[in-house]
Nanobody, 120 residues
């Protein structure tokens, strides 16, 4: 089976930085895309950033210029570098990976979530 383990969340003051990591393990043949989502209490979940196996990236307008997504395919790990953090960035951040298992199964897998809290 496949598991995603997230780390790097925490409490930081506005203007600070955090780096989130999400490592995939298990019977993986290849990874198609790795994404970061976030969800704040009472708000809908939103896509924050995405990266393809070819290295193409995209960002939500709200984080563009402040967040950077990157990946290490050999390590099956995706990162989210978050700079100039704002209180409105406070949320639980989830990684999502679309991958092909060695069995040939294609599907989406989710990390457990990591809390990011930005104080003003």
């Amino acid at each position: 089976q496949v598991q995603l383990v997230e780390s790097g969340g925490g409490l930081v003051q506005a203007g600070g930085s955090l780096r989130l990591s999400c490592a995939a393990s298990g019977s993986i043949f290849s990874i198609n895309t790795m994404d970061w989502y976030r969800q704040a209490p009472g708000k809908q979940r939103e896509l924050v950033a995405a990266i393809s196996s070819g290295g193409s990236t995209s960002y939500a307008d709200s984080v563009k210029g402040r967040f950077t997504i990157s990946g290490d395919n050999a390590k099956r790990t995706v990162y989210l570098q978050m700079n100039s953090l704002k209180p409105e960035d406070t949320a639980v951040y989830y990684c999502n990976v679309n991958l092909i298992r060695r069995s040939g199964y294609v599907g989406d897998y989710w990390g457990q979530g990591t809390q990011v809290t930005v104080s003003s």
